[in-house]
């Protein structure tokens, strides 16, 4: 297994409460007792109620904690029940998920989308930009074209690429248990770094997580994918026990 630093990324989706930092707090005690995982990097991205006081509560900085999502508008505004990056930043967050199939899905345009990582950047956080295909636009063969026309549309080479993360999650994937091929998830990994690159002209390639359906079973058919740095979970990620399972079987 190499030694490269991989990213285990936990969206608690509209999961948690104050007493939920017993989850966080067995997943650090478990990284403080076993120091051979610091070519990992653990981030939670927690409801925004959960952020500022998980944040006081944190005794170590074994994990990192990131928001789900933002409002575009950048300063304080009238914007009834939003929240937006700077108050993420300020409540104790470093990252945020961006363009998620499930905020997408109900009208989340990549015209928006990027407007919202502007926002994030300007605040100081780390995005993570999810892209992926539907099952429609999977069997149309429209992968490709899709996942091109996200990064795209949703970065600008005058952004700071190093602060965007990219997590392609197939759509169809998400709650269903149904992953790729090896050999096709590789292509399609290779295909973002490599189109990521040639849009924005840079020499460094990005970070590609994987996210759909992944869980402490399935996870050994990642490790041999070096292609992959790292992981987006979703329901997993609510549980310290399958987290926690899903980077031992990852590393077995």
């Not at 149309?140 to 949703?154: A, E, G, H």
């Not at 997993?236 to 899903?246: G, R, W």
Request: proline fraction near 2%; hydrophobic fraction near 35%; include cysteine.
């Amino acid at each position: 297994m190499t030694n490269k630093l991989k990213y285990f990324v936990g969206n608690w989706k509209m999961f948690g409460d104050f007493t939920s930092f017993k989850i966080i707090n067995k997943i650090s005690n478990y990284f403080i007792r076993n120091l051979n995982t610091n070519n990992i990097k653990v981030i939670l991205c927690v409801p925004n109620t959960l952020i500022y006081f998980f944040k006081q509560k944190m005794k170590s900085q074994t994990i990192s904690l990131g928001a789900q999502n933002c409002h575009h508008y950048q300063d304080y505004g009238p914007f009834t029940g939003n929240v937006n990056a700077k108050m993420l930043k300020n409540s104790g967050a470093n990252y945020i998920i961006l363009g998620h199939s499930e905020n997408r899905a109900i009208g989340e345009s990549n015209k928006l989308i990027k407007i919202k990582i502007d926002s994030a950047l300007k605040s100081n956080l780390t995005v993570i930009l999810c892209i992926g295909e539907t099952l429609k636009e999977k069997r149309s063969k429209k992968t490709f074209r899709v996942l091109k026309k996200q990064i795209t549309s949703c970065i600008s080479k005058n952004q700071n690429l190093s602060k965007i993360i990219i997590a392609y999650e197939p759509v169809w994937s998400i709650g269903s248990n149904k992953i790729l091929k090896s050999e096709e998830l590789k292509k399609i990994i290779h295909y973002i770094k490599f189109q990521y690159v040639k849009t924005f002209r840079t020499k460094k390639q990005p970070l590609v997580l994987y996210g759909g359906s992944v869980n402490e079973k399935n996870i050994k058919f990642f490790s041999p994918i070096s292609e992959i740095d790292g992981f987006l979970i979703g329901g997993a990620s609510q549980s310290a026990k399958k987290f926690i399972a899903i980077i031992k079987n990852y590393y077995k």
